[in-house]
């Protein structure tokens, strides 16, 4: 079983979901904004999911990007406003099990 705290599964596996957002919202004929209007979120959060980053900061207050991790309520109201389930966002490729 891989290692959670490996950074580049963690980033890997963060590009496979917001490749998956942003195919199922084109796929569904949406706009960012319009997904965003629909679940939500910001348009910047949709965005940011889309490109699996984040706009952490750090200690200092400097902006930090780092790898996107959506919340559990984030990823439901995502898959709502998309018609799938959740577990469709989330599931592996199966070229990567």
């Known amino acids: 079983m891989p290692n ?3 950074p580049q599964l ?3 596996r963060a590009r496979e979901f917001g490749e ?3 195919a199922l ?3 569904a004929g949406m706009t960012q904004e319009q997904l965003a ?3 939500g979120l910001s348009r910047n959060q949709v965005q940011n999911i889309e490109l699996s980053r984040n706009n952490a900061r750090d200690e200092s207050g ?3 990007p780092g790898v996107g991790n959506p919340r559990f309520d984030t990823i439901w109201a995502l ?3 998309l018609g799938v389930q959740a577990e469709d966002l989330v599931r592996r490729d199966e070229k990567a099990t």
């Open 4 to 6: 959670r705290g490996d």
């Open 10 to 12: 963690r980033e890997e």
């Open 20 to 22: 998956r957002v942003r």
């Open 25 to 27: 919202r084109k796929s």
């Open 37 to 39: 209007d629909v679940t």
């Open 62 to 64: 400097k902006l930090s």
């Open 79 to 81: 898959a709502e406003a």
